[in-house]
């Protein structure tokens, strides 16, 4: 009776996710970023999975970010979102999966102010007709990209080359994730695991062989707040939240970090440089960093795609000691390198945090 | 004329955030800007529903409501149901609207955020164009954000993205018929008037404060000098 219970309230932190047929839509920061994610995001599903994702050129962005540094008005937004469904209602589709945690939050929060506020929703019909001529289903199905991904991480276990076990000592790593505000804080209902049983990348990891950290600041913000990280003089911010967090974790001793959002491994690869530039202080073991990944990155290299298609050389975090601990290859002098072998040069090196 | 309070509570975000505040300070407890500024959301609260208009005006013109990251983070533990976050999204709205945000340091940042994010909205589709991103303006990015913007083109090509190319595809360029369409939203929506508000306003304080425009965004985006 206890495991029925305990079954039935699990129940209530889940969230269904199509199994195929989605229109996808792209994230910016991801793309700026992380450019290699969302390439491996595709082929792993089309080209391992046979799944149906469409995309389209003619999207833009959501509006997100500037919609939070608050110089984009709800009613803009909603009218941007609109056209996106509408582009995603001409193809055919129901599903939606976005690349984007802020976006996601956006498209939940949007979708819910419609339910709660249906004069809005006939308001936003006919502000998008008037603007564009278009006309929108709201989808079935919103998915964040992590969910599909969380959806087949058993049949990309099945596949995998490699588990998320440190070779010298057969235990699974020690993996700290991090799912991102907008997920889930504001509608816990619409993210796997809600706010408080982080489940998404939690499942992958599990999956994969890896062993999560449950330390105390695993829900704390990664510090980006938007106007917070984007104007100069605000920056602080970012770097405070985001050394909460380290400092929170470092007694874990975790092997490497996964990420759902495309900003907060940014911010948690680049201040960990800033604080042992500033501090010298490094957080992982013998002066090096806790690499940090994307839910993509780290799919790819369980599946055993080449560290440098994954785009892992643009981390500033060296990603080679995790590589050898897992034991996956790799070639130091195809780092920087282009297509063909084009020298690209090399980055300077860090004065305190070890790069490889 | 309406009150301040009657306009914030015009915004559904206000509609959605605003329940009775028992001022138990869990917001406050949890909030990431708490923890760096001298910031309390309970405070913001608090203050909005006892609907003095006086404090309210105060908070529209102040650096306070400049402070949330919009993390939402409160809105997860509130035992009412209040959003604290959301509250201070409408205020913003107002304070913008008003053309209050310009008499606070924090505020007058949001010409800066127009004219950065805001430009590359609608220039090109994205809220971020990563050829503008460039290393002096974010040191934070370390040497390898110097070298990915260094060989920008051959790197991305090399990760199989279309960087500004035709189609779909990893940074594709945006077509101008979709860029088009943007920009209607943007005035059939507010959008563009609120960018003009930005600017009308910011232009209007330069002046009071004896500033060029260029001058005006530095000491916003780096603190006096
Ligand atoms: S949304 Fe703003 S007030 Fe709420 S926790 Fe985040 S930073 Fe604090
Ligand atoms: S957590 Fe909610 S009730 Fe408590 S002080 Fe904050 S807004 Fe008020």
């Known amino acids: ?356 | 004329m309406k009150t301040l309070y009657e306009q914030l509570a015009k915004d559904v975000r206000f509609q959605e955030g605003m329940n009775a505040c028992i001022n138990c300070g869990t917001c406050t407890a949890i909030c990431p800007a708490a923890e760096f500024y001298d910031y309390d959301p309970r405070r913001v609260v608090d203050l909005v529903q006892s609907k003095n208009e006086v404090e309210i005006e105060k908070l529209l013109r102040e650096d306070t409501i400049w402070l949330c990251g919009e993390c939402m983070s409160c809105v997860t533990r509130c035992p009412r149901k209040n959003a604290p976050g959301l509250i201070i999204m409408a205020m913003r709205s107002l304070s913008q609207d008003l053309g209050y945000f310009t008499d606070s340091e924090k505020g007058r940042q949001q010409l800066a955020l127009k004219r950065t994010i805001g430009k590359m909205i609608l220039d090109t589709g994205y809220c971020l164009y990563r050829r503008w991103v460039t290393p002096e303006a974010h040191p934070e990015g370390g040497p390898i954000w110097k070298w990915t913007f260094d060989n920008v083109d051959a790197l991305y090509e090399r990760l199989g993205c279309n960087l500004d190319g035709e189609g779909n595809g990893v940074l594709r360029k945006i077509p101008q018929e979709d860029l088009d369409e943007l920009k209607r939203i943007f005035e059939v929506t507010g959008g563009m008037d609120r960018y003009e508000k930005i600017e009308n306003y910011s232009a209007k304080k330069a002046e009071e404060m004896g500033l060029s425009m260029d001058e005006y965004i530095t000491q916003s985006v780096l603190g006096k000098q």
């Not at chain 1, 932190?13 to 195929?20: A, G, L």
């Open chain 1, 1 to 356: 009776m206890r495991i029925e219970g305990k079954e039935q309230i699990w129940k209530e932190y889940q969230k269904e996710i199509p199994n195929d047929d989605f229109f996808y839509v792209r994230s910016c920061i991801r793309q700026n970023l992380f450019p290699a994610s969302e390439v491996i995001f595709l082929k792993i599903l089309r080209e391992e999975l046979s799944k149906t994702i469409y995309e389209t050129p003619h999207h833009t962005t959501c509006g997100g970010i500037g919609y939070h540094s608050d110089i984009v008005p709800i009613e803009t937004v909603m009218t941007i979102i609109a056209r996106q469904f509408a582009l995603m209602t001409e193809a055919g589709f129901e599903n939606y999966a976005c690349s984007c945690i802020t976006s996601f939050g956006l498209y939940s929060e949007i979708i819910e102010t419609w339910n709660h506020f249906p004069e809005l929703l006939e308001k936003t019909r006919k502000s998008l007709k008037e603007a564009t001529g278009r006309e929108f289903n709201i989808p079935k199905h919103l998915a964040h990209a992590s969910d599909v991904i969380y959806k087949v991480r058993n049949e990309i276990a099945e596949k995998a080359k490699y588990k998320l076990i440190n070779k010298h000592t057969g235990k699974p790593l020690k993996v700290v994730e991090h799912i991102g505000c907008h997920y889930s804080k504001m509608f816990p209902n619409k993210g796997i695991g809600g706010a408080e049983y982080p489940y998404v990348l939690t499942g992958m990891v599990e999956a994969w062989g890896g062993e999560i950290v449950d330390y105390p600041e695993r829900r704390h913000c990664c510090g980006f707040g938007f106007r917070q990280y984007l104007v100069q003089a605000n920056r602080g911010y970012s770097l405070a939240n985001t050394h909460k967090k380290f400092e929170s974790m470092e007694p874990f001793e975790p092997d490497m970090i996964i990420t759902n959002c495309p900003g907060c491994p940014f911010f948690l690869d680049r201040w960990q440089y800033v604080i042992a530039e500033t501090e010298g202080k490094c957080y992982g073991a013998k002066g090096q960093g806790i690499p940090v990944f994307t839910y993509e990155e780290v799919a790819g290299m369980v599946l055993g795609y080449d560290p440098w298609d994954l785009g892992l050389q643009v981390h500033q975090i060296a990603v080679e000691p995790l590589l050898d601990k897992i034991g996956i290859p790799y070639n130091p002098e195809t780092k920087y390198q282009g297509l063909n072998g084009k020298d690209l040069g090399k980055p300077e090196l860090p004065k305190n945090i070890c790069s490889c």
